[in-house]
Every structure is written in C-alpha cells, then in structure tokens.
Nanobody, 120 residues
Framework: VQLVESGGGLVQPGGSLRLSCAAS????????MSWFRQAAGKMREPVAS????????VYKDSMKGRFTIARDNAKNTVYLQMSSLKPEDTAVYYC??????????????WGQGTQVTVSS
C-alpha cells in the first residue's frame, strides 16, 4: 500500500497550490479519501474528505471556499486545490484512505506528507 503526496512547496500569501496523492496497492475506489494537515507543534487536523464516488465532500470550516478536494478513480489519485493561502495554512499535508469494513474492522492508510509553506 502506498499513498504518495506531491505538489507542496513555498507559496506567497494569497497564492495557490494543488496537491496530489497517488494511491497504489489497494482498491482506491472503495475508500473515502481525505486530506489532513499538521502544523509545527500542533495536532493533526482534518482538512477535507471526499466519498468513494466523489459526490460528497466535507471541509473544515476555515477551508470552505478556499480549498477543493477532488478524486479521479481511474487514476487512483486524490487532489487538493488550495487557493487564497494564508500563513496559517503552513503545515505538512497528509493524504488518508479509509474504508470501514465492518463494525470491528477498518482499513486506514496514510501517506508520508508534503510540506506546504505560505510565506512572503
């Protein structure tokens, strides 16, 4: 199982970035995909999620209207388009794949993360 994030980097306030997460080793289309982030000295927090068919997305309030999550099941890839970036968006961004198999079992995979730094 692999989740490989890419697209992070240094961007000025107000700028945009598009993160990608390429998945392999599992049935991507059966997993809810999410992005999380963790700033230095802070706990990891959810950013956005998207259902297996892409019909439903959920965002943390502070990201609504600025971030967009999308997926391409044919390419086994999930994206996070980020715009109007703020210094407080600086964090390591992680890709997550989750599938609830039963009441007692879930499959939960994480990528290694990609650094996003918003600074002038």
């Amino acid at each position: 199982v692999q989740l490989v994030e890419s697209g992070g980097g240094l961007v000025q306030p107000g700028g945009s970035l598009r993160l990608s997460c390429a998945a392999s080793g599992f049935t991507f289309s059966r997993f809810t995909m999410s992005w999380f982030r963790q700033a230095a000295g802070k706990m990891r927090e959810p950013v956005a999620s998207i259902t297996i068919d892409g019909d439903t997305t959920v965002y943390k309030d502070s990201m609504k209207g600025r971030f967009t999550i999308a997926r391409d099941n044919a390419k086994n890839t999930v994206y996070l388009q980020m715009s109007s970036l703020k210094p407080e968006d600086t964090a390591v961004y992680y890709c997550n794949a989750l599938r609830v198999v039963s009441a007692h079992e879930e499959l939960d995979y994480w990528g290694q993360g990609t650094q996003v730094t918003v600074s002038s």
